[in-house]
């Protein structure tokens, strides 16, 4: 049978890398037969990446949506519903930053950060929870960052998101233990993705690549079903980038 992995913010870093990962493993992993839900704002991001997990032999499928919207969040999930019939998992890994001193940061700034790393990762995930309660089965990973416990100068409303992100992985968890789902917290240091933007190779070998996070990702959804990887603290080998 199909497994239904949708995957937030895919057309890009982390979340591209976790999708090609689940893809690679179609024709390596016995049994497994998924069809990889792609989604974020850029059409043309999505398109590619569906392209690359085809050419792997996965079944991929694009939905362009903004996650800080709740039309587009029940969208998302009625269409996946009406078409494949379930959702197994969620990848909870759109997010965004803006990185600046306290002083410097604007309300626009906290609500745009807010809108999509709590609003859009709490409404999606309550929906999808719902499936995964009544049919008692699914694994949900939240790709919060070392962020969700430890404070960086630059980056509070971020950090208040994450920390925010991770009360709801504690929160959803309490539920997810009495129906047999799986929520597993991944919490990277920093990763050289597009979120850095232009990254000076100095900087760059400082940092994880976004493989180094989808590769344990996809080994903890591949873990037999009794067990739930419940933490992944992945760092740099030196450790976090001074702020
Ligand atoms: N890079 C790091 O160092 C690092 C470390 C720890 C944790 N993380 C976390 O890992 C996750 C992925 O980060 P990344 O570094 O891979 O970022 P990225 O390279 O900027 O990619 C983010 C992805 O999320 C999508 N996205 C952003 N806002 C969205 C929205 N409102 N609706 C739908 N999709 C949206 C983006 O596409 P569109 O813009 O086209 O929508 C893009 O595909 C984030 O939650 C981030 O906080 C990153």
Same mark, same amino acid.
């Given at each position: 049978?199909? %497994?239904?992995?949708?995957?937030?913010?895919?057309?890009?870093?982390?979340? &591209?890398?976790?999708?090609?990962?689940?893809?690679?493993?179609?024709?390596?992993?016995?049994?497994?037969?998924?069809?990889?839900?792609?989604?974020?704002?850029?059409?043309?991001?999505?398109?590619?990446?569906?392209?690359? *997990?085809?050419? /792997?032999?996965?079944?991929? #499928?694009?939905? %362009? @949506?903004?996650?800080? #919207?709740?039309?587009?969040?029940?969208?998302?999930?009625?269409?996946?519903?009406?078409? /494949?019939?379930?959702?197994?998992?969620?990848?909870?890994?759109?997010?965004?930053?803006? $990185?600046?001193?306290?002083?410097?940061?604007?309300?626009? #700034?906290?609500? /745009?950060?807010?809108?999509?790393?709590?609003?859009?990762?709490?409404?999606?995930? %309550?929906?999808?929870?719902?499936?995964?309660?009544?049919?008692?089965?699914?694994?949900?990973?939240?790709?919060?960052?070392?962020?969700?416990?430890?404070? $960086? &100068?630059?980056?509070?409303? /971020?950090?208040?998101? &994450?920390?925010?992100?991770?009360?709801?992985?504690? @929160?959803?968890?309490?539920?997810?233990?009495? *129906?047999?789902?799986?929520?597993?917290?991944?919490?990277?240091?920093?990763?050289?993705?597009?979120?850095?933007?232009?990254?000076?190779?100095?900087?760059?070998?400082?940092?994880?690549?976004?493989? #180094?996070?989808?590769?344990?990702?996809?080994?903890?959804? $591949?873990?037999? %079903?009794?067990?739930?990887?419940?933490?992944?603290?992945?760092?740099?080998?030196?450790?976090?980038?001074?702020?």
């Amino acid at each position: 049978m199909k %497994q239904v992995i949708i995957i937030t913010g895919a057309g890009k870093g982390i979340g &591209k890398a976790i999708a090609l990962d689940f893809a690679r493993a179609t024709g390596t992993q016995a049994g497994f037969d998924p069809v990889l839900i792609l989604v974020s704002r850029t059409l043309a991001d999505l398109e590619s990446v569906a392209a690359e *997990c085809r050419s /792997y032999g996965a079944e991929a #499928d694009i939905f %362009q @949506a903004n996650i800080a #919207d709740t039309l587009q969040i029940d969208l998302l999930v009625s269409s996946t519903l009406e078409r /494949y019939g379930t959702i197994d998992c969620l990848v909870n890994n759109a997010g965004v930053g803006r $990185f600046k001193p306290l002083a410097e940061l604007t309300e626009e #700034d906290f609500d /745009y950060t807010m809108s999509i790393n709590l609003k859009g990762t709490f409404f999606l995930t %309550q929906r999808v929870f719902a499936v995964m309660e009544e049919k008692r089965s699914g694994h949900i990973f939240f790709i919060t960052s070392i962020a969700a416990e430890t404070a $960086f &100068k630059s980056s509070s409303v /971020y950090c208040m998101s &994450k920390f925010g992100q991770k009360g709801l992985v504690e @929160a959803i968890r309490l539920y997810a233990k009495t *129906c047999n789902v799986r929520i597993t917290n991944v919490m990277p240091g920093a990763v050289c993705t597009p979120m850095w933007g232009e990254v000076p190779d100095n900087m760059k070998s400082l940092m994880m690549m976004p493989e #180094d996070i989808s590769r344990p990702v996809v080994n903890a959804y $591949f873990m037999p %079903q009794r067990t739930s990887v419940e933490e992944l603290v992945l760092r740099p080998v030196s450790g976090d980038i001074p702020d």
